[in-house]
């Protein structure tokens, strides 16, 4: 159990369909971040939110929306997806580095796995 | 550019050591990450170099070189239960983790 919790763990979905991807971290932490997994490509950060403040959106296209209300919640809102969004989402959570920490390591989540029709 | 290079695969025989090299080129840098994932699970943190030098932590130790932009973990004493797969990861900079992964290295032990 790392502290951070994602549900849910699978989601199939076509193409016309709206769904939300939610992530939860009881660490404590001040950061939060989306993460996208393909097979044989490497992890690709999504966003980062600081303070519940978006200050990283990786190029990312419109029909993914973050949200995060408080900085214990993620969400991931996604809408019109293409098949080639279908992947592992990870969830990650740390420490702000000027909170004071030596380093800041991520705390992922198990992920949920998407498939898209 | 920002790429990360590490080799895809690896085996090695129980008992063994074995060592995975990363090789970096960022616009910044703010330290180096190594994590280990198992098939379908989360990536967890194994260790943290921002200085050039080893870092040893158990059966797991991880060098780093800035000059030459590359870095390495070494797993002693393999186990079968260190089957997975190993991801360095950089943090290119700000006061938050924003990382660049590579693509990670399947390590698969036999007995």
């Known amino acids: 159990e790392t502290g951070v919790t994602q549900t849910p763990r699978h989601l199939v979905m076509g193409m016309t369909n709206k769904k939300s991807l939610k992530c939860e971290q009881h660490l404590g932490h001040n950061a939060m971040y989306w993460y996208k997994q393909s097979a044989k490509k490497p992890l690709e950060l999504m966003f980062v939110y600081n303070f519940k403040e978006q200050t990283e959106n990786n190029s990312v296209p419109s029909r993914f929306s973050p949200e995060c209300p408080n900085s214990s919640h993620l969400f991931l809102h996604l809408h019109t997806l293409q098949p080639e969004d279908s992947a592992l989402y990870l969830c990650?959570?740390?420490?702000?580095?000027?909170?004071?920490?030596?380093?800041?390591?991520?705390?992922f989540g198990p992920g949920t796995r998407l498939t898209v029709l | 550019g920002q790429n990360i290079d590490q080799p895809t695969e690896m085996t090695a025989t129980e008992g063994a050591i074995v060592q995975i090299n990363c090789t970096y080129q960022?616009?910044?840098?703010?330290?180096l990450f190594w994590y280990q994932q198992h098939a379908g699970e989360a990536p967890t943190f194994l260790s943290y170099n921002v200085l050039d030098g080893l870092e040893e932590k158990g059966r797991f130790s991880s060098f780093l070189s800035r000059s030459k932009g590359y870095s390495y973990l070494l797993l002693k004493e393999l186990q079968m239960k260190d089957s997975a797969s190993y991801l360095c990861?950089?943090?290119?900079?700000?006061?938050?983790?924003?990382?660049?992964f590579g693509k990670g290295t399947k390590l698969s032990v036999k007995p």
């Open positions: 990650a959570s740390s420490q702000d580095r000027t909170s004071g920490v030596t380093y800041n390591e991520q705390f």
């Open positions: 990861a950089v943090n290119y900079g700000g006061s938050q983790g924003n990382l660049i």
């Open positions: 960022t616009s910044g840098f703010n330290g």
